[in-house]
Structure formats: C-alpha cells, structure tokens
C-alpha cells in the first residue's frame, strides 16, 4: 500500500524486527547449545556464547575444565590418612571437620564461592579419573569456544549407546550413517514415485475425455476428506499381509501408486497447457503416451519440481508411518532415531539432543536454500487455488 | 460408443491404473475395511468378531474417550484462532512494501519446515522448567512479583498452551499463503476505500478481510482438519515426560491425551482395533462436522 505516514513505516520495522527476533532465537539456541560443554548448556542464567573453562588445578596442570558447582561454605581439600577411605581427596566442610574431626594431610583451604571443577579428559583415553579441585574465580579463564566435537559425538551415539570401549564394540550398535540411508530411501523412492505416478494419473484425468472421468475425479477429491486415523488400522493390516512391517515398503511403495492431492495439484497444470498442441500431435499420429512424455512432460518442470519438494519433505519429517511400520532400530529414519535417542537420554544431554536435531534439520534448510522460488510458489498455488 | 471413444475410454483407464490399484488398496478397501472392524471386536492376533453397536455404546461410557475429545477440542481452539491471527499479521506486515521484505518471509517461514521431531526437541529445551531459555529470562522478572514460571510441559495446566506456542513457531506456511492472498487483493479496491475516506482498521474490515475470506476460510479449515489429528508432538513431549515407560498415556496427567494418541495407544498398543475403528470414525463424523460448519459459516457472510 502507498502513502504512508513516516511513524505508520517505523512501526512496522519494529514490528517486523520483533517479530522476527522471536521466530529468530530458538534457532540460535538449538545452534549455541548443540556447541556448549553440558554444564555450560545447563547453567543458570542462560549465556548465548559457548565457551571453553581452563584452569590451573593444584599441582600446577593448566588444563580445560568443568565448573560443576559453587561452594557455598567454607573447608578444606586434603587426603585421608586413616581409616577405610585411606588415601582418597576428600573435600571436607569446616562443619563436617567440627564434627566428625579426621585424620587429614591438608593441601589448601576453600572458600565459599569457590567453584568446583573437574578436569576434561577425552572421552576413550584409558581408566583416569578426572583430577576435581575446588577454585577461586580468578583461577579460571574463560575464552569464547564452539564445541563442534559435540556433533560427532551425539551422532556415533544415536543410537542411544555409550562411548566406552564394551558399547562402541558391541554388535548391535547402529550408525548415524544407516539412519540417514533410512531416511533417504524412503525420501528419494518416495519422491521418484510420487512425481512419476501421479504425472501419468493426472494425464488421464486432464487430457483424456473418457466416460466416467468426472465421476471418477470427483472420488477422488472425496478421498482427501479421509483423516488418516481411519485408515490406520486397516492399512496396517494390509502390510501385514504383504510382509511388509518391519521393513521400509510401506514408507515409500504406496507414493507409486498416487495420491488424491498431488493429482488435483499436477490435473491444474495440465489443464493450463493449450489444446492444439495435443490436437497436432495427434494428428500427426502420436500415441497418447508419445503426448504425455514428449509435450506434456518437458512443459511441466515446475508442478513436477513442487510435488517432489513437498514430498521429500513429508517423507522426511514423518514419524508416524515409522513409528506404526518399523520396529527394529536398524530400520529406523532420523526422525524416529532422534526421537528413540531423546527417550534414552532426554532430559540430560541436552547438547548431544541439539546437536542430533540440528543435524536432522539441516537438509531440509539446505533444500530450502537451493528451492526457494519452487517453495513459495508452490504453497502459494496448492493454498489459493484449493 | 464410437471407436475413438473406445480408444480414449481404454487410454483413460491405463493411464489412471496406478490410481485404480493405489485408490482401492490404500484408501477405500481401508475406509470399508475400518468401517466393518468398527462393529467388530478385533485385534490383530485374532480375527474380527461381530459385535454389533458394542465399540460405540463403549465409546459414549468411556471417560478416557470424552479426556481425549475435550483435550483436543482444547488444543484446536486455541492453536487455530491463534495462529490465524499471528499469520495474517505477518503477512500485513510484509505486504506493507517493507525493505528486506525477502529476507523476512524466509525468516517466518523456514521454522515451518524444521522436522517436527526436532522442532519438538528444541521446544522441550526451551520450555524446560529448571534450565529452559524462557524460563531462564521469566524467572528474573516473574520473582520480582513473587511468582515463578511455570513447568510447560510437566505441568498439566501449561502443557497445552506450551504446544500451542510451538505450533505458533511454524506457522510460516499459513503466512505465505495470505501473503499471497494479500497480493491478489485489487489494487482499485483500496483506491477506492481510500476516496472514501476509508483508512486504517476501517480500510482492514471493509476492504483486506472480505477479500481475504477464501484463503481464510482455506487456511482456518485445514488448520482445524490438522490440529484435530494432533500426534507427533504430543506424543514425543509425553512420551519425554513420562521417561521411557513405553506407555503414552498423556503425560502430564493426561493433559496431552489427545484423540489420536488415544487411538493409536487403543490400536497398537492395548491391541483393541475394532474399538480404536471406532475411535476413529467418530473422528471422522466429528471433522466433517465442524467441515461442514466452517463452510457454512464462511458462505453466510455473503
């Protein structure tokens, strides 16, 4: 709209600023989480930047740490010298001490405020106990620090295994890699599937005029009315019979046979392409398939482009179908392998959990990236033509 | 029937054969198929019994049915309404000729395509009650009036709300749409509003709004088809705040037990699939229903 007033134009960049703020920061937050050591991920108040502890423990070993948790009183660090705990590091409270006094070779005093840190060893390095000491603030730097090992990490353990040596050599350990084959089986055959059925279905309804089309055409919109709890146990029950549960066919086998939306979407474009053209081409004497692959086909790039967009993205975000069909992890797609993972490990590792769903949305980033025009304009057809 | 009639009625049927086979297999032997089970007392290891109207005289007693039922109803009229209102905004400030009108569309709309699974994943850390960014940013403010932020999805009474907010991250497709809408919307009509001194909320009412009531009436009608079928992130946040039990009963204290999580835990796992049939053409009957008075509601204005 024209002629607007200069305060009408501010409000709306402010406006759009804060709204775009909000639909902006969970992004940054699964980002800066998926790249920050689990403590930092889980302290309080929340930081943006993830950063790297180093410290110089007792003994003068300069090495990167976690800040556990601070002191709130004052004690003393020192090794038992008696009893049946002899020659463990204890931390013991001027409280504990008064009360139960111990025999104790102190190495220094604590203070309250004091952070306890542990040191960080790499994962797979032998049986070390990481070396814990309890320090003053200005004995720790703190430097700005992207843990990309976080993504490594979280994905060889996927599968809801640990790193230590016994589960990384056990048998039923599944990759990363197996679930993103999973998942792009039943993307890209789905996809081949659905491009080529429902172009030759649509052909049929849109330029072939044969008895009962309309009627015919008609049914199948009604199918789209059809909410897909009714049909789940049915279908269900259909793949039983074939064999299929378990495995990866009724995830993508059913895209080959078309679908209700994809035929009205692709039937639209068709019916937008001339007439004469067809009419020549018949004349000429062509077979109606000649038509549909030479003329028609060539002509419709775009629909064709927007149904297999709008169906990897289906097969891709889908859990539900996986969750029915599936139920050995070897078959598993991401979605569903990140969702197994979460149940395993949810509710503590939320830097490995982040770092997973990065990893399974960024495909479908990339794609947008690389399809930006095919996206828009397709929601905007399928939304105003409907 | 003439010879070139035949040929095409012939070229009709082969080039739709796909369809035939994919019609009758996958939708309407499963659509009857579902329809007979729904009398039937069936599981899958045994086969299906005739049991008359039993499922749905069951349905009517069952409180778990009626939780479900209002749960979503819930859950639909606040997502709906809601995300209406937050799309058609964004659309009416991006059809307000802004700079970097392009950047901002991709900015509303990519949240919209972030897999559900791991859009779940991140709403479930954000809205962590102990170490969650909103709660980390209320908590401060809220103590000052004496009061502490709420659990989200552990707390039965915000667990609905705290998924109509993440419902309301993706409503990015929907912007599009109206901003197409938007578009679409005759140039002359505002010129004209604008000669009779129409502006503002005025020039909204009388002008945007009538013009936008197709796309509306598309948008809110499958937003509800949607929001009634409500599954993957119901069941991934109660699924996580029930810790790997294996039963999805709703957690929080059945605050999430929506219509189909109900049907899915009645089908696959307490095996009663005559009984979850007919969960789910009550379901069926329910949103051709409200379909119907959505369409009525949208043709009345005229």
């Known amino acids: ?386 | 029937m003439t010879r070139r009639e035949g040929k095409n009625l012939f070229n009709g049927l082969a080039f739709t054969s796909l369809w035939i086979i994919g019609l009758a297999v996958f939708t309407a032997y499963p659509v009857l198929a579902s329809l007979y089970y729904s009398f039937c007392d069936y599981s899958i290891l045994k086969g299906a019994v005739w049991s008359g109207l039993e499922n749905y005289i069951e349905l009517v007693h069952d409180d778990l049915f009626w939780k479900s039922l209002r749960n979503t109803l819930v859950y639909t009229a606040l997502s709906v309404p809601l995300g209406t209102i937050v799309a058609l905004a964004l659309a009416m400030l991006l059809n307000a000729e802004v700079r970097g009108k392009s950047f901002f569309r991709v900015v509303f709309y990519l949240p919209s395509i972030v897999p559900i699974v791991a859009s779940s994943m991140l709403w479930l850390w954000i809205l962590n009650g102990q170490y969650g960014l909103l709660n980390g940013l209320l908590g401060p403010v809220l103590h000052l009036f004496g009061k502490t932020p709420p659990a989200w999805f552990t707390d039965p009474t915000w667990a609905k709300p705290a998924l109509v907010l993440m419902s309301l991250w993706g409503t990015g497709n929907a912007m599009v749409i109206y901003l197409a809408g938007l578009q679409n919307v005759p140039r002359e009509l505002y010129e004209a509003a604008e000669i009779d001194g129409a502006t503002g909320w005025r020039r909204f009412w009388h002008v945007t709004l009538p013009s936008l009531r197709p796309v509306i009436y598309f948008n809110v009608l499958m937003g509800m088809i949607g929001a009634m079928q409500i599954f993957t992130q119901a069941f991934i946040v109660s699924d996580s705040a029930n810790g790997q039990t294996g039963t999805f009963d709703g957690a929080p204290a059945r605050s999430l037990l929506f219509y189909t999580i109900y049907l899915f835990t009645t089908a696959f796992h307490d095996l009663r699939m005559g009984y979850a049939s007919a969960m789910a053409y009550v379901l069926f009957i329910i949103i051709a229903a409200l379909s119907y008075l959505a369409t009525r509601l949208s043709r009345d204005g005229d």
């Not at chain 1, 009408?8 to 703020?21: F, N, P």
């Not at chain 1, 990309?148 to 640990?162: F, I, K, Q, V």
């Not at chain 1, 009604?222 to 259909?238: C, D, I, K, R």
Request: proline share 6%.
């Open chain 1, 1 to 386: 709209m024209h002629s607007r007033s200069p305060t009408t134009r501010t409000v709306t960049y402010v406006l759009l600023g804060l709204a775009s703020a909000l639909f902006v920061v969970p992004f940054i937050w699964l980002i800066s989480t998926s790249l920050k050591p689990i403590e930092q991920a889980t302290s309080l108040p929340p930081t943006w930047i993830p950063r790297a502890y180093i410290a110089t423990l007792s003994g003068g070993l300069r090495t990167e740490v976690s800040l556990d948790y601070r002191v709130n009183q004052s004690g003393v660090v020192g090794t038992l010298i008696q009893g049946e705990h002899q020659g463990d590091r204890v931390f013991l409270s001027d409280e504990q001490l008064a009360k139960n006094p111990a025999a104790l070779r102190v190495e220094y005093k604590v203070l309250p405020g004091w952070w306890h840190v542990t040191q960080r060893i790499e994962k797979k390095s032998g049986h070390d106990q990481p070396k814990w000491d309890f320090l003053p603030n200005e004995r720790i730097e703190s430097h700005i620090h992207l843990r990309w090992r976080n993504y490594p990490e979280a994905l060889s353990r996927l599968d809801g295994g640990t790193d230590d040596q016994a589960s990384l050599q056990a048998k039923h350990r599944v990759s990363f890699w197996r679930f993103l084959g999973n998942s792009l089986i039943i993307c890209v055959f789905g996809v081949a599937g659905t491009v080529v059925s429902n172009a030759i279905i649509a052909y049929g309804f849109a330029r072939i005029q044969w008895k009962g089309r309309d009627a015919f055409f008609a049914l199948t919109l009604a199918t789209m009315m059809v909410p897909f709890p009714v049909l789940m146990v049915p279908l269900y029950s259909v793949f039983k019979a074939f064999g299929w549960i378990g495995t990866l066919l009724p995830l993508w086998v059913p895209a080959w046979f078309g679908s209700a939306f994809n035929i009205f979407l692709m039937r639209q474009f068709f019916l937008g392409i001339p007439e004469e053209l067809s009419e020549a081409a018949r004349i000429d004497g062509c077979s109606e398939w000649r038509i549909f692959w030479r003329i028609i086909l060539p002509l419709s790039k775009p629909v064709l482009a927007t149904a297999a967009l709008f169906h990897f993205l289906y097969a891709w975000n889908d859990f539900m179908g996986p969750l029915l069909y599936l139920t050995r992890k070897e078959t598993f797609p991401l979605s569903l392998a990140l969702q197994s993972f979460q149940s395993q490990v949810g509710g503590v590792e939320w830097h490995y959990l982040m770092a997973a769903s990065a990893v399974t949305t960024l495909p479908v980033i990339i794609l947008f990236f690389f399809a930006q025009k095919t996206f828009i304009r397709g929601i905007a057809t399928t939304g105003s033509k409907s």
